[in-house]
Every structure is written in structure tokens, then in C-alpha cells.
């Protein structure tokens, strides 16, 4: 972790890693983590029974399938709350990143685990 | 507020307003909220005694002065995390643009308050 207040540069902390579906965590703030994630294809369906999610696309084009057969596509500097409860598939045609804040020890596979499970790095 | 899981474009929601130093909600999750705030001049200096604050710049350049007499500068892409009971000031030198990231109810002017301080508005 980086000296407290320390700034933290986005694109600095995405060119440390090149694995997609790979959270790192970048930032810690009252509970809460900030997340990279480098996105290409598409994730598990999963639900969050108790957390809202916050996507926030830094670039590409993120696709956010969602329960009752709809989809939003996010744009650099959209931001999406998926609601606790929403089951919800992010997709990328091409190759995206995106900033995903939460609060600290949410799996990203949700209610669903499996091997895309992964584990608390930062960055 | 906009329907569940419906994206929230950044600039669409700055360009509903031109206040400076009055925090746009733009969208709520797990009783956090995320705002939008324009930055000319400097603020109060202020301290937050309970939370951790995050500033995410999305335009311009943004100083936050920090007590031991230092500051950091951050540029568009660029986060910090000012923890809480540090005392700190945002200044910026030409408008700037960041986003807010903190618990709901978190008063702009922190223990300062003052007239300064703002209502919670959504943009």
C-alpha cells in the first residue's frame, strides 16, 4: 500500500499488470476497496445478494448484461450501480478497463464462485 | 435519482451545472455517495474525524494541501485518499473537475463547517 494520501495514478497502476478478469485493488477507504480490472469476453452470471456494485469505465466499451433480458453499454466515464440482488454479466468485445469500487472482501464471481474466483491483489 | 442499473454519464451530469464548490450527487451505493464537484479558488481547510475522503480528478489539475505543511497534485486520472482526521484543503488554480467518493451525509466543510458547507443535491 502506498503512504497515506499519497496520490494514485490509474493509468500507472493498469500498465503493472496485463491479465484480464484479474481485479487489483488500488485504493482502501473506509471499508471500501478501488479495483482495476482489465476485461475481455465474458464473466460469469453472478448476483451480489448484499453489496451494490459500482462500475466506472476508464476506456473501451463495457456491456453489462442484466437480469430481465437488457443490457447497458458503458462508455469511458459512465458509471453503473448494479443493484445488491441484480443478477448481472459484464462482456467486452474488445479489450476494456474499468474501475470497480466496493466494499472490502466482495468476490467478484458473487454468488456463483468457481474458478474465476479471484483473490485480494493490489496493485 | 435514475432508474436502477441506468448508466450515469460524467460530463452529461457537469454540464447541469456551474457552481463551484457544490456537490452534484450523481449516484448511491451501499450508502455511499458519489458526487461531482466543480473547483476554483481554494476551500476551507477542514478536517473529516470519521471518514476516509476520496477525490478522483476528472479534468483540470487539483492541489489538496494536507497538514505537515505539504500537498499533493493531482492530474486527470489520478485519485487520492485523504484519511480521515487529516486535515486538508482543495485548492485548484483554474476549474477543475473531480468526483467525491464517501459515506451519504459526509458535509463538504467537515468539522469546520461554516457558510461553506452544502446541501446534499442531486444533479
Redesign the interface.
Known sequence: MAH????????EKLATFDECWSPRI?????G?H?KLVKVLGEFVWHTHPD????FWV?SGVLE?R?EERRA????P???????RG?S?QPYAHEECHIAL???AGVPNTGDTGGPRTAADVWA
Open positions: 497515506p494520501a499519497s496520490p494514485v495514478n490509474l493509468a488500488v485504493a482502501e477507504a473506509n471500501w478501488f453489496v451494490d456494485e459500482v476508464i453489462v442484466l447497458v453499454r458503458l462508455s466515464g459512465d458509471l453503473l450501480v448494479v443493484p441484480m448481472h469500487l466496493e466494499p
